[in-house]
């Protein structure tokens, strides 16, 4: 597993030598155990130490879901015994604003918030969110709750773009998204791989994405994706499969009062 202390080893060593700080966008995430506003902060220096930066371009509130911040937070994580918290994410945005006030936080946003959080945030909101981060792919889009933040001028960044194989998320009855036969058909179609193909859907709906592979190789081809597009029959093919799959449910946090998948979207 790469910590965060390895990147920002990796990152002094580019930013010294091949590019400048200010050609990286760089986010990184508000952490569930660090909702207290008094945590926000504090949270934020631990990471911009690690990564040797003095400022990140994006910070996101990674799920809306608060845990207290125990002493043993790592062990309760891992054994599954996490204490939910009852700090409100419109809080949490309040000492996040303050963050960008600072110049230490460029841009703000959410990640796995659903409509109503979002309008609740809004509402309070002195610095709107700019990103909303949520999973989408063929299986789950998500073409509502993606237009209601272009209404809104958030900006939507897709995670596990190609079906997310490897989560441990993942339900047992979920198909490869990689290995279905429409979007094989697509890519061959275009002489491309099947992650190509599912990465420029987004590209051409108007959705940031960001794959992850940690094979060099497949890291090359998937930015191979700017200079060909799908056809319109393509795009109307991979947004609307009939199965509907959400990958990244995060069970265990169910009972929060704050659990964002129980509502449509």
């Not at 990152?11 to 030598?17: A, G, M, Q």
């Not at 990140?56 to 054994?79: A, C, R, T």
């Not at 909303?132 to 596990?160: D, M, W």
């Not at 275009?190 to 709906?205: C, D, E, G, M, S």
Request: hydrophobic letters at 35%; aromatic letters at 10%; glycine letters at 4%.
């Amino acid at each position: 597993m790469v910590m965060m202390k390895d990147v920002g080893v990796a990152l002094r060593k580019i930013t010294d030598s091949t590019v400048k700080r200010e050609e990286l966008f760089i986010t990184s995430k508000l952490w569930n155990a660090h909702h207290h506003p008094d945590d926000v902060r504090p949270a934020l220096l631990r990471t911009l130490q690690e990564l040797q930066l003095d400022y990140l371009d994006l910070y996101l509130i990674h799920w809306p879901m608060g845990y207290v911040n125990s002493k043993d937070f790592l062990k309760e994580h891992q054994e599954g015994t996490v204490q939910h918290s009852d700090d409100h994410y419109t809080d949490t945005w309040r000492a996040m604003e303050a963050l960008v006030e600072e110049g230490l936080v460029r841009e703000i946003g959410l990640s796995n918030f659903n409509s109503k959080q979002i309008l609740e945030v809004l509402a309070v909101a002195k610095i709107e969110p700019s990103v909303l981060q949520i999973e989408s792919h063929p299986y789950f889009p998500q073409h509502e709750l993606i237009n209601f933040c272009k209404r809104h001028g958030i900006v939507v960044t897709a995670y596990s773009p190609l079906g997310s194989r490897e989560s441990r998320s993942r339900k047992p009855d979920v198909p490869s998204l990689l290995e279905d036969s429409r979007v094989v058909t697509i890519a061959e179609k275009h002489n491309k791989t099947t992650a190509q193909v599912l990465i420029r859907f987004h590209i051409q709906r108007g959705v940031v994405v960001i794959p992850k592979s940690a094979t060099p190789s497949r890291i090359r081809e998937n930015s191979q994706v700017f200079h060909w597009q799908l056809t319109d029959d393509d795009m109307e093919v991979l947004g609307n499969f009939e199965s509907t799959w959400r990958i990244i449910w995060y069970d265990r946090d169910k009972k929060h009062p704050y659990y964002p998948f129980h509502e449509p979207f």
